[in-house]
């Protein structure tokens, strides 16, 4: 008997003894070492890039935000890793309005305009069977668009990115996002609903759902509601302006660039110094703006905080209409940037200096992170459109009724 429970006690001890596993990190030294060394030889001999940039030494240029008269605004915000400027510039520029026309300070949600942009560009894609342009960037005006077709909320509503991550980042995605719809026409499926949904879930993932109703100072609204009666903006009530000697000035016309990929036909296309005219009597006036254009120059410096057209590309005196469309035509303009013009100086030439909210990394860079200084002249020459209240141009819209 003692023998068999000898036996059978060998036998259980051999059945339980099991292994066990346990956490640790990944180590691989020598992966690492091959990484390290192919490194060290693809950068050898190659050297450091460099761009040609204007040399600010002896320019007098603005030293302070103080020296601006500024349009109340609130603090810069990053757009992190995103083709979001067009949203955080208008964002902000209706975060202005608003102050102007109720004195209230209410934080916009940059990501809520953007989250229906996207469904509004996959909607577009499926109608034209993937023929419209599929991109991150959009116009100044889509936020006008958005609110009027969804409304608006507050930030503290929907921030638009998972709360523990630092910075908004689209990079994944717009891949998913790109890829998904191109698959759609490779693959000839364009049924919208079951797109549509795909879209959102993608969205969702990365971005949060938004709302459909919410708690503002202690009372409920939904995104159209919260936009009539808290912040009394009215979507209609904004234009958009350009000065391109391509199309006839003084009539409405379809501003031609990838990123107004619905065509709008509806800016206003003004002479040159009428152009002009409308910012600076719009700025002087107390109205803010909304500006898009070109900010690859030699004269546009991060570090300095600056944006200036040297005399070495051209003379302010030459600077004129067609020296605008030229550049626009063969590309060394392009519509890459949108800002939101908040203030302005003039110096003691005469000079106009305007005071730039941007949303970009590059205004990190300097002096006075999320703020630039732009000559008159860089306005002048590479900014193409901008989105305004009608009442800030009601002298210039009088022209066109009168043409």
């Known amino acids: 008997m003692i023998k068999k429970l000898t036996i059978l006690l060998l036998i259980t001890s051999t059945v339980t003894a099991q292994d066990k596993g346990k956490f640790e990190s990944y180590s691989n030294p020598f992966y690492g070492k091959i990484v390290s060394e192919s490194d060290k030889y693809d950068k050898a001999d190659k050297e450091e890039y460099k761009s040609f940039k ?12 103080d020296e601006f008269t500024i349009v109340e605004a609130e603090n810069p915000i990053s757009q992190g890793n995103t083709g979001t400027c067009w949203c955080f510039s208008t964002t902000s520029f209706y975060e202005s309005e608003i102050h102007r026309l109720t004195g209230k300070t209410i934080k916009l949600s940059e990501l809520y305009p953007v989250y229906f942009e996207y469904i509004e560009k996959a909607r577009g894609y499926i109608n034209t069977r993937g023929k419209t342009h599929l991109g991150e960037g959009s ?167 600056v944006a200036m057209i040297p005399s070495y590309d051209i003379p302010s005196e030459y600077i004129d209409e067609n020296a605008r469309q030229f550049r626009f035509s063969n590309g060394t303009t392009t519509d890459d940037h949108a800002i939101h013009l908040i203030g302005y100086k003039i110096d003691e030439t005469g000079d106009w200096w305007f005071l730039i909210k941007d949303s970009g990394s590059g205004s990190r860079n300097g002096n006075f992170p999320g703020y630039y200084f732009y000559h008159e002249d860089f306005v002048k020459l590479k900014m193409m459109t901008f989105t305004i209240h009608k009442d800030a141009v009601k002298e210039t819209l009088d022209k066109f009724k009168n043409d």
């Open 54 to 65: 204007m040399n600010f030494d002896g320019k007098q240029i603005p030293k302070s935000l």
């Open 139 to 305: 116009e100044t005006n889509a936020v006008q668009r958005m609110m009027d077709w969804y409304g608006i909320v507050p930030a503290e509503a929907y921030e638009g990115k998972p709360s523990d991550q630092p910075f908004y980042n689209h990079e994944k995605m717009f891949v998913e996002f790109e890829t998904y719809l191109k698959n759609c026409k490779t693959t000839n499926f364009w049924n919208e609903d079951a797109i549509l949904s795909n879209i959102k879930s993608i969205l969702n993932h990365y971005m949060g759902v938004p709302p459909t109703s919410f708690k503002y100072e202690g009372k409920t609204y939904t995104p159209k509601t919260f936009l009539t009666k808290v912040t009394k903006l009215k979507p209609n009530d904004y234009v958009d302006f350009m000065s391109l000697l391509q199309k006839p000035y003084w009539s409405q016309q379809e501003y031609k660039v990838p990123d107004n990929w619905w065509r709008s036909d509806a800016y206003y296309n003004v002479p040159l110094d009428e152009f002009m005219f409308a910012i600076k009597n719009a700025i002087e006036n107390g109205y803010s703006i909304s500006i898009g254009g070109d900010v690859s120059e030699s004269g546009y410096s991060s570090t300095h905080d």
